[in-house]
């Protein structure tokens, strides 16, 4: 299972493009740790979670894994510490913060786990690695390489990207295939989203609806890893290929690649988020936000949810939330026939 924010087809991609070999073998180097890491992760998911706090407040640990491949590394700040002067150190601190905040804030929810788990990050993962991965039990970020990908501690969706992926471990348990895997990632995205839309202050109209904007390095043509607004346009760039997502279930990508097309096809669920975000208005966590976030924590969603399921679970949560019939309501049942799904 291989939860990363940069999706292995774009590597794959990479190393069927290109010609430079420096490139070519971070590339490859890069998938090879992401698969090492689905066993890990996949284990982590069947232990029990580690010790809680009765306190609603972060407990953050920042590790530095000094470019190596080990993890968690050094402790090099903890909760309450002061900065370090370390901009990955500093900001993966920061991001964990805000992600706290943005669950507990506008669901009650006290931490990844809703029971107070500690946090951790690992910064300066490898050499040159350019992903960030939730590995089951903490954060793990790579610095790029500086010709694809810069610091994968800049951009804040990808931490709430890759912590919903704890979210969703310890709620619904979405299968990461097909899908329901397409769904796992999707919840990631919407919340990654949010939380950046939340730290902006921004309502739905003013939000980019971007994932992983100024990820990619000066020179790759593109805006980010994904658009929830426009998915297929992130970036269309000689080295990485263009953007494969579809917006619409007539262009469903049926693939036995990357689980099943979980990146992939992410981006119709994305699409349809976004439609309901923006027809509602105003701030997209305050009520969008929180239909996806009471589905997909609320425990009636199977492991191998589908599409079409998971569209009838929030048009039934908007109806109970804002009333049958409701703008709300209304909004959410067009937003995923605009993509395609019957519900």
């Given amino acids: 299972m291989r939860c990363t924010i940069v999706p292995p087809h774009v590597l794959e991609r990479v190393l069927e493009r290109t010609d430079d070999s420096d490139l070519r073998a971070r590339a490859r180097h890069t998938l ?18 580690g010790a809680v706090t009765g306190d609603v407040a972060p407990n ?8 190596r491949e080990e993890l968690p590394g050094d402790t090099v700040r903890a909760e309450g510490a002061s900065a370090t002067g370390d901009t990955a150190c500093d900001a993966a601190y920061d991001w964990l913060g805000v992600t706290f905040e943005f669950y507990e804030k506008s669901y009650g929810r006290n931490s990844i786990d809703g029971a107070g788990l500690p946090m951790i990050s690992t910064v300066h993962y490898g050499e040159n690695y350019d992903n960030a991965f939730w590995n089951g039990d903490q954060m793990v970020y790579g610095d790029g390489d500086g010709t694809l990908f810069t610091a994968f501690t800049g951009p804040i969706d990808v931490t709430g990207h890759e912590l919903t992926h704890g979210v969703t471990q310890y709620t619904a348990g979405l299968d990461y295939f097909g899908q329901s895997g397409a769904l796992n990632e999707s919840m990631s995205d ?25 990820l990619l ?19 269309d760039d000689p080295k990485l290929g263009k953007d494969p997502q579809p917006a619409h279930m007539d262009h469903f990508v049926r693939t036995s690649r990357d689980n099943g097309g979980v990146h992939i096809n992410s981006g119709i669920p994305n699409r349809a988020f976004y439609l309901a975000a923006v027809e ?15 589905v997909l924590t609320g425990g009636g969603l199977a492991s191998d949810t589908d599409f079409t399921t998971f569209a009838a679970a929030t048009a039934a949560t908007a109806a109970r939330l804002f009333g049958d019939g409701s703008a709300e309501h209304t909004a959410v049942r067009d937003a995923w026939t605009g993509v395609g799904v019957s519900i």
């Fill in 32 to 49: 090879v740790i992401d698969a090492s890491h689905r066993v890990e992760r996949r284990l982590a998911m069947l232990t029990a979670p």
């Fill in 60 to 67: 953050r640990t920042i590790k530095d894994a000094k470019h």
């Fill in 280 to 294: 509602i208005g105003g701030h997209a966590w305050e009520k969008a936000g929180k239909v996806w976030y009471e």
């Fill in 217 to 235: 390095a000066e020179g790759v043509q593109g805006v980010a890893l994904r658009s929830m607004k426009e998915p297929g346009t992130a970036y």
């Fill in 190 to 214: 919407v919340f990654g989203s949010l939380i950046k839309q939340y730290y902006k202050g921004q309502t739905a109209d003013q939000a980019d609806w971007l994932i992983g904007e100024g």
